[in-house]
């Protein structure tokens, strides 16, 4: 008995994990200009985002991760968290650079900024160095062919550690998270809260039963 409690309780503790978080469809639509730099294309990139099979975005969507590849009109399932309230859930949760997580992301929040500014976001060099530095914060490549992502990093972390926050980011972690590629999104659309769901709603019912059985069970035993 005690054995399909605890299977019991353990059911009901994943269908609220699974429930916990909001799922988003993303697609790659567009590779901005088509930039290219040793080897690949660098941000803005342009994609969607849809919820509940509605279309809640499109636009430029900025890629901080170099490894993982992203095929275009491919869509993949995403969570969505505020760069500037992670949650756990994000893609490089490690870190190599002697600054914490969330560091990381405000930092590379605020290149991503700097990448879309009017003088910037249709300027290939602009393009590629502003690429490279976000990537290299996460995957520790120092390969940007203009040399000029060091100092932007510098400058990176010089603001984060001055006060910035990245507010107006929002990250796309990909589920799995080798699905594709981690992506930011600015000014994009809002975080949804999970509404009370079916599977939620489950969750509830088996915890219930937990609790009826673990009752039965002891007035059966005293009889």
Known sequence: MMKRIAWLSAAGLLVF???????????LTGVGDGVVADGVYVSPYQGTISENNQQIYSGYMICDDFNTESTLNDPWSATATSAANLNGTEKFTATSTGYTVQQNYDAVAWLANQLLLASNVDNATAQVNYSFAIWDIFDGQTTNPDGNSLSLITEAFTEVLGGYTANNVTVFTPSPTTASQEFLVINGPAISTPEPSSAALLGVDLLAAVGVLFFLRRRFART
């Open 17 to 27: 994990a699974s429930a916990g978080f909001a799922q988003y469809t993303m697609d």
